[in-house]
Each structure stands twice: as structure tokens, then as C-alpha cells.
């Protein structure tokens, strides 16, 4: 089977090239294309993907190409993990939206929003040259915003787009962690949107755990989201929320302390990136290690505004462990290629799944998977106080859509404005000017 990797040069590519050396069975991976808009980050990658597979049998081969119909031609899956606009822009995203007193979080709030009208007609465009260069392909999106995303995506190409993130594998392992479950034993009752969802329970052999963990104060106090959210909110609320709900019930908090901070994430990553890929241009760098050195670091300080806001520490060891939407991404492959069932939570269509929101709204929710692609399962019903942000947030994605459908800086305004993160309809037009001043690719917004 042939992968076209877009967005090849990106950091976190050899996560995923690591997954595929280690799929051996019938109808794997053996050839990875990477196209990228800026070929000498696609040629520091193949470096490094060339130093993982060094005296691996049968190593998928690697190819890269700055052409993006020659990539897709062929393809049976096409990963998507495109950056518009590039760390810098994330950068600019923080910067604005921060100069305003509100979050310029790449995926939630003000930045998210400025991410998507810079992401969609990009994603779009893609869409539509899957739909006819590889109308067989599945199309596997890992671009942030990545239910936004998906969704402009599957509204050219149906089912066949299929968001994937690793926060909800993260925060269901370490739940089953706690609760002393193997892996692959427990049924996770999750369900929202991307970086917007409340896991409500955890059910090995009929029998649902969550109850014991949200019953022991100490033991929620251990692990990640506990120590984010304070186990007393954690029972108030009487679900698990994906972490970065932090961003919502400790808004105020956050963003003092980006504010604070030295530097924003985003700022952080470009600097480090770049030092990274800087490197890369002597051929006498080892590429490996200097990727595994910068990734480590990367890890380490994942949300660390909000765990400098909760007090939360430093991140646990295992929690920068692999294994998270690369995993993902290789089990939904398998699980369509070779028609081997798998149970993954996916940025999926609602179908019926979710009665708050239409049937054409990505929401992220365990499937089964088939050969027939992701089929959501039944969940719980929303808790009461989730049902009005999920309606909110994706009368926001509904608003972020239809302006980049039709340039109208007007809608723009509107899908700021009506954001919960966003306080004031003045912010929320100064906003508008912010962003299109720092990304001339927002002109088109008018």
C-alpha cells in the first residue's frame, strides 16, 4: 500500500514512519511518500526516517516530491498533518489574540478560529484533488483545528475523511492506568469534539470503573487530569474532561499565565524547530538523534502553561511516552485495509450519535472500524452542562466554514464574537483586523 504524507516535512512524521517498521503483517505500508511546501524540511525528514529504517527488512520506501497531484496519484491512504502558515503563524496567532486578553490557543478559542480560516480553503483544495486523483483513498486528518478540519474535508469526500487525535488514547490509558485495566480491555464512553469531549465512563466485562476513580480523592490527584482540574471539580462534574477543557473552566488563570510567560507555546516551537531543521543542513548531523533530543524536549513541555496555572508539575514519565495518534493512524489503517475489526475514538460524522447536533457535524466519539470505514458507537448522552459548549463551539466551526466558503469577513467577525473564549464583540472585530494584518493569507476575507 502506498501513504502520501502531507505535510512530509513536519516534526512529527517519524512517529508515524516508526509505526509502520513495525507493522510486518499482510497488506502493510511499503512506500511513504512526503510532500511538503518546503523541501529542505521534507529532505531533513527522509534523513531521518532514513536512519530509522537503516537495517530494517523491507523498510517502507521513502520518496519526496513538492507536487502535491504526484503525491496523491496512487495513494490508498493520505495523512494529512499540514501546517498553513507554519509555527511562525502560530506564533502570530498567540500574539494576537493574547494582545486582546484572550487565548490564541492553536486548536481552542481566538487562535483556533484564526487557525481554520487560514487552514480550510488549503484542507478544501486537498479534498477536492483526492476526489479526483484517489477517489479510493482515505483521507486521515491530523490537521489542526482537527474536527473543524475533518469536517470541511468530508463535505467533499464523505466518510472517507476521518480526523484523528491522541488526546483521548492518552486520557483513556491513563485512566485504565489507575483503575488497574490492561490495555484493550476497557470500553471507553467518550464523546464531544475535538479537544472538546468528557469521558463518562470506563466499562470492563459490563461492569463501568469510572465511578471508583472519581470516588477516590487521592487517587485523582495522581494522574494528569487531576492534577490540572483538582480532583474536588473532577467530582463535581462527574466525568473525566479531555484536558483541554483546562483552557475553558480555568480560562482566566491561563491566560495570565501565557501572558506571563517568556514565551508562548507556539513561539517556543518555532524557535526550537528551527534550530532543529538549522542543524539539519549539514549532512554531518546525526538526523536521528538530533530529532529524538528535540522531541523529548517537546514532550516534556507540553501544556505547560496550564500546568504552571494548576500547580500541576512537571509532566510524568509516562506520560511522554509513544504511542499515542501515530498508533491511531496505523490501527485505523489496518483496521480498513485488512477489514480487521478495531474500536478507536475518531473525528467522525455524528450520524445519529450525538441528537443536540446534525447528522453532518464531526464529532469525536469511539467507531468501529471496518472495511468499511468508522462507524460511531453508542455513548452516553452529553452531560447537561457539556450539551451547551458543544453546541456553542460548533456553531463556531458552522461560522469559521461558511466564511471560508465565501470570503465573508463578516462571518469571520461573527464566528469570534459568538466564541464562549471570546469576552466582547469589540475584541471581537479587533480580532478580525489583528489576524488579517499578521496573515496575508486571510486577505481573501473581505
Known sequence: MRLAILGGGGFRVPLVYRALLGDRAEGRV????????????????????????????????????????????????????????????????????????????????AGGIAYG???????????????????????????????????????????????????????????????????????????????????????????????????????????????LFGADWLQSLGVIPNEYLHYYYFNRETVRAYRMAEQTRGAFLRDQQARFYEAMRSPETPAFQAWDATRAEREATYMAHNREAAGAGERAPEDMESGGYEQVALALMRAIARDERATLILNVRNRTTL????????????????????HPAAVSPLPGHATGLVCAVKAVEREVLAAADSGSRATAFKAFALHPLVDSVSVARRLVDGYRQAHPGLAYLT
Open 30 to 109: 511499503t512506500e511513504v511518500v512526503l510532500h511538503d511546501v518546503d523541501g529542505a524540511r521534507a529532505g531533513a525528514i527522509a534523513r531521518v526516517l532514513a536512519d530509522q529504517a537503516a537495517g530494517v527488512v523491507d523498510a517502507p520506501a521513502v520518496r519526496v516530491t513538492a507536487d502535491l497531484d504526484e503525491a496523491l496519484r496512487g495513494a490508498d491512504f493520505v495523512f494529512s498533518a499540514i501546517r498553513v502558515g507554519g509555527l511562525e503563524g502560530r506564533a502570530a496567532d498567540e500574539r494576537v489574540a493574547l494582545a486582546e486578553g484572550v487565548l490564541g490557543q492553536e486548536t481552542v478559542g
Open 117 to 227: 480560516l487560514r487552514t480550510v480553503p488549503v484542507a478544501v483544495d486537498i479534498a477536492r484533488r483526492v476526489r479526483r486523483l484517489a477517489p479510493e483513498a482515505w483521507v486521515i486528518n491530523f490537521t489542526n483545528p482537527a474536527g473543524l478540519v475533518t469536517e470541511a474535508m468530508a463535505r467533499h469526500i464523505g466518510d472517507r475523511a476521518i480526523g484523528i487525535c491522541d488526546s483521548p488514547v492518552g486520557l483513556g490509558r491513563r485512566v485504565a492506568g489507575l483503575l488497574d485495566v490492561p490495555p484493550g480491555r476497557a470500553r471507553l464512553d467518550y464523546v464531544g469534539l475535538n479537544h472538546l469531549g468528557w469521558l463518562s465512563g470506563l466499562e470492563v466485562d459490563g461492569q463501568d470503573l469510572l465511578p471508583r476513580l472519581l470516588g477516590d480523592h487521592a487517587l485523582l490527584e495522581s494522574f494528569e487530569e487531576g492534577k
Open 355 to 374: 441528537p443536540e447536533l446534525d447528522s453532518d457535524a464531526v464529532i469525536e466519539v469511539p467507531c468501529t472500524v471496518d472495511a468499511s470505514g468508522p
